[in-house]
């Protein structure tokens, strides 16, 4: 019952983000135009079929990525607080994704790829500054800090010297979905399928790492090699939505955690939980960024932001 008002909340989500906005557009007017016989006026048809719907399709993608990343390395690093945007994994993903716009241009097939080298270098990077006979939490997210820092003054540095290379750069530092298009839904697609289906299929094993890694080696997993490929999932999810939409952060902090509350801890479980409520988190957020200051957009990113870090203090100060 639970998972199924979940889904309904992606539903809302998905015809808040096709209704609304500068035109207005009825949820029965996006029926007659997809499955009846109907067709709205030619503006309004190109305003939903060329402009809502693949914004909104992006959102769900981000939103499935980022909280599929986060319920991957909370999993992976021990760490309640673990989120891509946090740790810095974003900021590897982002800081070798403009390294490579400002050689090629916005070639998205080489962007992703270079997204995920910088994602999986930060992962890396985190994981060997938090290991001290073993991992803890709060080593982690200090870790974690330290490098989003320093590779967030990387990116700093690259936007100061090439900004006019990197196209609508400040939109893409906070995290939005402005102007987003068919051919960003042409490059997220398929690393969002490939890494959904890689996060499903790992359930069993992020089952066995909640256990210890004692337990977990005992029943026979490979733990160092699972916690590698699991991390790689998870940067190859967080890179892809990073080249899309930039750094949208507190994404994989809150949905993962709230799917957990209500769904319980059972990957098996969480995992398509948090998948559809963050396609849920992201579609109505971007919705009512956008249109609460109308016609001025606010990007999606700062109102996350704004609901992600009081959520960020409250579990660390419970954590601590």
Not at 53 to 81: C, D, E, F, H, W
Not at 142 to 159: M, P, Q, Y
């Amino acid at each position: 019952m639970k998972f199924f008002l979940i889904c309904a909340a992606a539903v809302a989500g998905f015809f808040l983000s096709l209704t609304n906005g500068s035109v207005e557009i009825s949820a029965s007017q996006v029926f007659a135009n997809f499955f009846g016989n109907v067709e709205l006026d030619e503006t309004r048809r190109q305003i939903l079929e060329n402009i809502r719907l693949p914004r909104t399709i992006v959102a769900i993608l981000v939103g499935v990525n980022l909280s599929l990343s986060g319920a991957i390395l909370q999993a992976v690093m021990k760490n309640p607080l673990a989120d891509p945007h946090i740790i810095g994994i974003s900021s590897g993903a982002g800081l070798f994704g403009i390294f490579v716009m400002m050689i090629f241009g916005d070639a998205g097939i080489f962007v992703t790829p270079a997204a995920f080298i910088g994602a999986m270098l930060a992962a890396t990077l985190i994981y060997v500054l938090a290991w001290k006979d073993g991992i803890r939490p709060i080593r982690v997210i200090l870790a974690g800090v330290a490098v989003s820092a320093f590779l967030g003054a990387g990116i700093s540095a690259l936007l100061i010297f090439a900004g006019d290379k990197v196209h609508g750069a400040l939109m893409w530092m906070v995290g939005g979905l402005s102007a987003r298009s068919w051919s960003h839904v042409e490059i997220l697609l398929p690393y969002s399928i490939a890494g959904t289906l890689l996060t499903f299929l790992s359930a069993r094993h992020l089952n066995v790492l909640q256990l210890g890694d004692e337990v977990a080696t005992g029943l026979g997993l490979r733990v160092h090699l699972v916690r590698t490929i699991l991390t790689a999932i998870a940067a190859l999810l967080a890179a892809s939505a990073v080249c899309v939409v930039g750094l949208l952060g507190f994404v994989g902090l809150i949905v993962p955690h709230t799917a957990r509350l209500i769904l319980g801890s059972d990957y098996r479980i969480l995992l398509p939980g948090a998948a559809t409520l963050g396609a849920a988190v992201v579609t109505i957020s971007d919705t009512f960024a956008r249109t609460i200051f109308a016609p001025i957009e606010l990007p999606v990113g700062i109102l996350m932001a704004m609901l992600g870090a009081p959520f960020f203090l409250y579990l660390l100060r419970k954590e601590l």
